[in-house]
């Protein structure tokens, strides 16, 4: 559950690096020898139940041992006090492990509350002080160690989650980390230089300070229901409350008409379609059912689908190549012409996924693009055909002819076409001849296809139903994914390749003549399937998707976290 936003008070922090006159007893330090010693019985303890207790990836990553290294080095000197007090740096680690939440991540895995009580408290005598100073010291270091961790790497691995992504973090030097946090000026700089590199992680995160301090403020959703979809000039006592929360929400200027508060106003109209515009709504102003339960739905509920989105972006190294994403939940597709995630130099269209079917949804995985097919035969996957095909050409011996479809004797496009026969369909059914539908305007892959080989046989391509694309939720493939602009898609591939490529060429060497055409990529692109339901922009807004495969819901069991509310 969402904790709230901590503001460790001042005078407390003051008191953790000894500046605030009055808040702790004068003590005597404890000795170097007494303190070395505590800290290395502290290090011999802790780093058994690092290794086995943590519930992040920081044992996997090597923490016990950068903890270890750490202090042999120093002798067991202390990273955090010096002469009895907390260092400024130890208050500041303190007050990012409290304000993890910040970050994306729950404060009570770092233990900062625990640690500044601990800072904050004195134990007695000079024994029991070097005890509590210690303590303290390697307490505070393996927290941050398992802070560092979980930013850069995120709190579990993709394959836990299904997310089949090949990429590779550059690793972290966790013991050079640590010290760096110890003595650097800067905590909150070092720390953010262990995180994600891209542009739209930075964004995300901003956003989410936005948001966390929205969730404060839950009465902003307490709207009256609606009984009917409302459109302008409608009565609806409710106006005022929608007004305050579209202005909280940025969908709506503070200065704006106020209007009459008893109408649903063309102000408040166009207020709700700027918010539908942002979550993946029909864009149409009207205050419907799905779009109230939108409005209603919990600022906590936003913050976690933020917190589940930066930890997917975690589990991202940095782009080697410019690549090509697709972001699942949003049906949407993002071309980069650099290695940087900015807008100006991205590519984007509309695409099409797999249906919500388990069988059907379009996997996570990552591959690397090496060829494209111009005027492609499309093959039946096994599935359909065995499914959806031989019923429909066991009861009509016209489907073949009239869908263009071919019984094949071997895997090349120049096998051999087997004739209708019964005794044909027999073997089609058996497994020994292969369905494949002829290339032309109507095939279901449409005019060209993006091929990257994975396990799961799934690929870029276009398409004949256009109209499809109108829809907003588009989850109507059998899992590959179909793109709105194939031409240009097809021009950024072959941008760099020999031959000339341009958009002029593609677009006649798609619709001209009858022969299948592959072209193989010099420059093979990185393609990344992806899925996430929080998105921030540029300009300004964030956008929200439904979690239309449930990994929102799966990777929220995964980190052991209850339902947001």
């Known amino acids: 559950m969402q904790q709230p936003r901590r503001n460790w008070p001042a005078a407390l922090l003051a008191a953790i690096v000894g500046c605030y006159s009055g808040a702790l007893p004068a003590q005597t330090p404890p000795s170097g020898d007494a303190l070395r010693a505590q800290i290395a019985a502290a290090v011999a303890a802790s ?22 290294s750490v202090y042999a080095q120093r002798a067991n000197a202390p990273l955090w006090s010096r002469d009895g007090q907390a260092t400024e740096q130890a208050a500041a680690l303190v007050h990012e492990l409290q304000r993890a939440d910040a970050y994306g991540l729950e404060p009570p895995d770092y233990g900062g509350d625990a640690l500044a009580q601990l800072a904050a408290h004195t134990a007695g005598s000079a024994a029991a002080e070097a005890q509590r100073w210690a303590r303290f010291d390697v307490q505070l270091s393996a927290a941050a160690l398992r802070l560092v961790t979980d930013l850069h790497y995120g709190r579990i691995r993709p394959a836990a989650a299904g997310f089949n992504l090949q990429g590779t973090h550059s690793p972290l030097d966790l013991a050079a980390t640590l010290e760096g946090l110890a003595g650097t000026r800067d905590v909150g700089r070092a720390i953010n230089a262990v995180e994600p590199p891209f542009d739209h992680y930075l964004l995300l995160k901003n956003a989410l300070s936005r948001y966390l301090d929205l969730v404060q403020h839950p009465e902003l959703k307490h709207l009256p229901p609606i009984s009917d979809s409302l459109k302008p000039g409608d009565p609806y006592p409710g106006a005022p409350q929608l007004r305050r929360l579209l202005v909280a929400l940025g969908d709506m200027p503070a200065d704006a008409g106020t209007g009459d508060p008893t109408t649903f106003s063309p102000e408040l109209s166009a207020g709700v379609r700027a918010f539908q515009q942002r979550h993946g709504k029909t864009a149409d102003g009207v205050l419907g059912k799905a779009t109230y339960n939108a409005l209603t739905s919990s600022f906590a509920k936003r913050v976690r689908q933020i917190d589940l989105t930066l930890e997917r972006w975690r589990w991202l190294p940095p782009f080697a190549t410019p690549p090509i994403i697709v972001n699942i939940p949003q049906f949407r597709l993002f071309a980069f012409r650099t290695t940087e995630d900015r807008a100006a130099s991205i590519l984007q269209m509309d695409v099409i996924v797999g249906k919500t079917y388990p069988r059907t949804q379009t996997p996570v995985f990552e591959s690397d693009m090496r060829y494209v097919v111009f005027r492609p035969y499309w093959d039946v996957p096994p599935s359909i055909l065995r499914n959806e095909m031989l019923p429909k050409i066991r009861a009509n011996p016209r489907y073949l002819d009239a869908q263009r479809l071919q019984i094949v004797n071997g895997q090349g496009d120049n096998s051999p076409v087997v004739p209708p026969t019964p005794e044909a369909i027999a073997g089609l059914a058996a497994g020994r001849y292969r369905l494949r539908q002829m290339p032309g305007e109507d095939n279901a892959l449409g005019l060209v296809k993006f091929m990257f080989p994975n396990s799961y046989n799934v690929y870029l391509h276009s398409t004949p ?9 588009r989850t109507f493939s059998h899992g590959c994914i179909r793109v709105s602009d194939p031409v240009a898609l097809a021009t950024h591939v072959m941008r760099d390749e020999p031959g000339d490529w341009t958009r002029e060429k593609i677009d006649a060497t798609m ?20 899925y996430g339901t929080a998105l921030a922009t540029e300009a300004g807004p964030i956008q929200f998707f439904d979690d239309v495969y449930g990994y929102d819901r799966k990777l929220e069991q995964q980190l052991g976290l209850a339902p947001a509310r």
Do not use: C, M, W
């Open 511 to 530: 619709h001209e003549g009858d022969k299948t055409v592959r072209v193989n990529l010099q420059h093979p692109i990185t393609v990344l399937i992806l």
């Open 47 to 68: 780093a058994p139940a690092s290794a086995s207790a943590s519930r992040g990836l920081a044992a996997a990553y090597g923490a016990p041992q950068a903890l270890r």
């Open 465 to 473: 139903a256009h109209r499809l694309f109108n829809e907003t939720v």
